[in-house]
């Protein structure tokens, strides 16, 4: 009986500090920012925002990603009633390009050491090598030593130094750094960023993180608040089905390779009407692929040429051309998967090996495979019941109203609108049944 009270007592101590324990979410983006990473995260500030958690902890390790998944997420960020904390971890993880904006973005900011930050270049900029001169600063005449950016390159440059200096001066860090890091694709170390105020604190690990935040005041949404995270509790979120199917077919390699599967599908499917299973896989495919193409950055003219491409190359099969048809669209096809995505940030291109894989398959796909279906359509029939009509046989009664002939060494019913004797040779005009309607072709008897 002393046990049970002791036990009971026990229960009533403990139970109300472990329901007064803070709770927060955990989320971890790794790899290229994109649609996939920002439905994750929308999803998970939205489930943050309801249950009141006491914050989010964002962990970070991306080279960079799509600008307007990016903005989209800092968005989300700065709307967000809960604390955001993004923590670049662990040992040798980066917060580059996109990652650097989402950094500057977030309630707190911190680093693991061997961690870095930095090189927030405009991605299509950044390839040209020219730096766009500061605001103010015209090129000298006749200045042929120093190469500069053209009008757009620059307006892109200062878009994206006023964007990221505004996330900087809203949360009190290092303004004239983080313009550097996007006009000189300037990159800092955790150690130096945090020397230089660009990030708030640096953790080995998640405990040491946490203990460092407890107590730190945070602005949310223009009011002051204290961060609870002594015996913080984190909960891990996954990304559901629903994200991983997201971010399977926004990878543009398996976008590109729906595509073009929906588009041979369909085709097969217009060659052979009733096959069914070419059409329904090649219209999932084909609303997949176009779903893909929404959230991504396509390049429409690409996409058209591919279209035209393998519309030539089936025009080929169709039309024999000599190959000029097959040929142009081979070009076609290359150049518009080429130019199909209008972006160059890492992970969101497609793969050279993948686009030649494909040219090479679907010339020799429609030029040669396609050209012997339609070839071999156009032969005559040479079996079944088709092919009686035309041919010949041999009578072996009186024809007239009825008889018998020999066709293709088959006994069959027939009947003649002439006269036919006995052994002449006859021709089949017409079939009724098992009943074959001939006319003579000789007059022997």
């Given at each position: 009986?002393?046990?049970?009270?002791?036990?009971?007592?026990?229960?009533?101590?403990?139970?109300?500090?472990?329901?007064?324990?803070?709770?927060?979410?955990?989320?971890?983006?790794?790899?290229?920012?994109?649609?996939?990473?920002?439905?994750?995260?929308?999803?998970?500030?939205?489930?943050?925002?309801?249950?009141?958690?006491?914050?989010?902890?964002?962990?970070?390790?991306?080279?960079?990603?799509?600008?307007?998944?990016?903005?989209?997420?800092?968005?989300?960020?700065?709307?967000?009633?809960?604390?955001?904390?993004?923590?670049?971890?662990?040992?040798?993880?980066?917060?580059?390009?996109?990652?650097?904006?989402?950094?500057?973005?977030?309630?707190?900011?911190?680093?693991?050491?061997?961690?870095?930050?930095?090189?927030?270049?405009?991605?299509?900029?950044?390839?040209?090598?020219?730096?766009?001169?500061?605001?103010?600063?015209?090129?000298?005449?006749?200045?042929?030593?120093?190469?500069?950016?053209?009008?757009?390159?620059?307006?892109?440059?200062?878009?994206?130094?006023?964007?990221?200096?505004?996330?900087?001066?809203?949360?009190?860090?290092?303004?004239?750094?983080?313009?550097?890091?996007v006009r000189e694709a300037a990159s800092l170390p955790a150690e130096e960023a945090l020397k230089e105020n660009v990030i708030d604190l640096m953790a080995a690990d998640v405990d040491e993180l946490l203990t460092k935040l407890h107590g730190r005041p945070v602005q949310i949404m223009g009011e002051?608040?204290?961060?609870?995270?002594?015996?913080?509790?984190?909960?891990?979120?996954?990304?559901?089905?629903?994200?991983?199917?997201?971010?399977?077919?926004?990878?543009?390699?398996?976008?590109?390779?729906?595509?073009?599967?929906?588009?041979?599908?369909?085709?097969?499917?217009?060659?052979?009407?009733?096959?069914?299973?070419?059409?329904?896989?090649?219209?999932?495919?084909?609303?997949?692929?176009?779903?893909?193409?929404?959230?991504?950055?396509?390049?429409?003219?690409?996409?058209?040429?591919?279209?035209?491409?393998?519309?030539?190359?089936?025009?080929?099969?169709?039309?024999?051309?000599?190959?000029?048809?097959?040929?142009?669209?081979?070009?076609?096809?290359?150049?518009?998967?080429?130019?199909?995505?209008?972006?160059?940030?890492?992970?969101?291109?497609?793969?050279?090996?993948?686009?030649?894989?494909?040219?090479?398959?679907?010339?020799?796909?429609?030029?040669?495979?396609?050209?012997?279906?339609?070839?071999?359509?156009?032969?005559?029939?040479?079996?079944?019941?088709?092919?009686?009509?035309?041919?010949?046989?041999?009578?072996?009664?009186?024809?007239?109203?009825?008889?018998?002939?020999?066709?293709?060494?088959?006994?069959?019913?027939a009947r003649s609108a002439v006269p036919v004797h006995r052994g002449q040779r006859v021709r089949v005009t017409g079939r009724d049944g098992l009943t074959l309607t001939v006319e003579p072709t000789d007059q022997g008897g």
């Open positions: 009986m002393r046990h049970r009270l002791l036990y009971s007592l026990l229960l009533l101590l403990v139970l109300p500090l472990a329901e007064a324990a803070p709770h927060g979410l955990r989320l971890d983006v790794e790899g290229p920012i994109g649609p996939a990473t920002l439905d994750y995260i929308h999803r998970a500030l939205d489930r943050a925002a309801e249950s009141r958690e006491e914050l989010v902890l964002l962990r970070l390790d991306t080279p960079g990603g799509l600008d307007s998944s990016m903005r989209d997420i800092i968005k989300d960020i700065l709307a967000s009633p809960v604390p955001v904390v993004a923590y670049v971890h662990p040992n040798g993880a980066r917060a580059a390009s996109a990652g650097t904006y989402i950094l500057y973005a977030a309630h707190v900011a911190a680093m693991t050491p061997a961690t870095n930050l930095g090189a927030a270049t405009p991605v299509q900029i950044a390839p040209t090598g020219i730096a766009p001169e500061p605001p103010g600063q015209e090129p000298e005449q006749g200045d042929k030593k120093q190469p500069r950016g053209s009008a757009m390159e620059r307006k892109m440059v200062n878009d994206a130094v006023a964007y990221i200096r505004g996330l900087a001066t809203l949360r009190g860090r290092n303004a004239d750094w983080a313009e550097k890091a002051e608040r204290k961060l609870d995270t002594a015996g913080m509790v984190l909960e891990t979120v996954e990304p559901d089905w629903r994200n991983r199917l997201l971010a399977t077919i926004t990878d543009p390699n398996i976008a590109y390779i729906l595509m073009l599967i929906g588009v041979y599908g369909l085709i097969f499917e217009f060659a052979n009407p009733g096959s069914i299973l070419p059409g329904v896989v090649g219209a999932i495919c084909l609303l997949l692929a176009l779903f893909a193409f929404q959230v991504l950055p396509v390049n429409y003219a690409g996409l058209a040429l591919i279209l035209l491409g393998v519309a030539l190359m089936v025009a080929e099969a169709f039309v024999p051309s000599f190959g000029a048809l097959g040929i142009g669209g081979v070009v076609a096809f290359v150049i518009g998967s080429v130019m199909l995505l209008d972006t160059d940030v890492p992970g969101f291109t497609i793969a050279w090996p993948l686009i030649g894989a494909f040219a090479l398959t679907s010339a020799l796909l429609f030029m040669v495979v396609l050209g012997m279906v339609f070839k071999a359509r156009q032969r005559p029939v040479v079996s079944g019941a088709e092919e009686l009509i035309g041919a010949s046989g041999e009578a072996l009664d009186e024809l007239g109203d009825g008889g018998t002939v020999r066709v293709h060494s088959e006994l069959w019913r």
